[in-house]
């Protein structure tokens, strides 16, 4: 997620059997592993003009983990998603691609979809030099992954679609929605969770949180949430969406199945509980928790059982972000939530216009990259 469109997007795509690979890496080391994205407005890209009809572009959704990854953008001597997918793609085509991401990760975030772009041309192997028609996009697919899973598995493609040559994986996002998932408690976090979360030992006060999510939704000069190096030519950015919410917390056991018309009563009661998904967790009673193995910390958990962490989602959607501005917000959130800041405060911070002036950045951990929004062809 990087705020610097240092990377042009070139005017003529280059062929996969020559990519640019150094000039690419080098350009990607500038960027730091940024995590925040910035979009050029609408009719400020240029273009292909004549692109090479032998070419088809492929748009990938892919889901990682990001814990093992030094980032998202290709960069010498670290394990990258684009050297490792385009490790894949280059066994499945035989020859190397160049792949472009909508959006940045840095070390340590990790995308329930992150959306790039590879242009790829189809050569026969057993006549060399004859093109031969695009593969389909469930082809490419299923094969990208069967070669991702032979050497990782905190990876995976999970949709390809063919797009016209002129289709930008990152100047045509609209916007971008992020997750941050906290979990409250005294008890040290799950191993299940672990890298996955921010565990926040302290309780946290869901309302004055929501309060100050309100302070920040908007357009605004964000420079207190822009982190140094941040090399976007404006500060200014509008927040469409910015919300915190209580959730369950979904690494634990038995699980509370969703209610859905076509399940019939014999697989409902197979299950051991009772569906509460219509309710708010807030409304989930201690003796249901119990019931669960999911307890907030009382005398009543049998033993073996894990006492259950609180579990919060920041939900935050924009066009386009600051550098590090998300991990940011989440860290001044988390200050409101332990009661080290009042909603007086966020406002003082907005508009103190320095970074020095926000709290400490919430780690990379918690961070997902959850949707990139196109109007797909």
Known sequence: MTENPKQPLDNTPQSPQRPLKIAKIEEDQKDNKEEEEEVQEPGTVD??????????RYFVAIEYIGTRFSGSQQQLKCRTVVGV??????????????????????????????????????????????????????VVRRA???????????????????????????????????????????????????????????????????????????RHDFSS???????????????????????????????????????????????????????PISSTSDSDNCSLGLSNGGSNVGFGIRKRHRCYVVKVRARSFLYHQVRLIVGVLKSVGTGDLTISDVERILNAKTVTAASPM??????????VKYDLP
């Open 47 to 56: 273009e292909p003009m004549s692109p090479n009809p032998r070419l088809q």
């Open 225 to 279: 949430f822009r982190a140094s190096g941040c090399q976007a030519t404006s500060p200014i950015r509008t927040i469409d969406e910015l919300h915190v919410s209580e959730v369950p917390a979904s690494t634990y056991f038995p699980y509370m199945p969703i209610k859905q018309d076509n399940i019939n009563k014999e697989e409902c009661d197979a299950y051991s509980i009772k569906s509460t998904s219509d309710l």
């Open 144 to 218: 990208v992954n069967h070669f991702l899973q032979q050497h990782a598995s905190d990876i995976m493609v999970i949709d390809v679609r063919s797009v016209p040559a002129n289709f930008h994986a990152r100047y045509k996002a609209q916007e971008r929605t992020y997750f941050y998932r906290f979990l409250s408690g005294s008890d040290s976090s799950s191993i299940f969770e672990k890298d996955r979360a921010w565990h926040v030992p302290e309780e946290l006060d869901l309302h004055a949180m929501q309060k100050a999510c309100k302070v920040l939704v908007g």
């Open 85 to 138: 997918l385009e490790e894949a793609f280059c066994k499945f085509i035989g020859q190397p691609v160049s792949i472009f991401c909508s959006s940045r990760t840095d070390a340590g975030v990790h995308a329930l979809s992150n959306v790039c772009h590879v242009d790829v041309e189809r050569i026969s192997k057993r006549k060399p030099g004859e093109v031969l028609p695009p593969h389909e996009p469930n």
């Open 362 to 371: 919430a780690p990379a951990c918690g961070l997902y990259l959850g949707h």
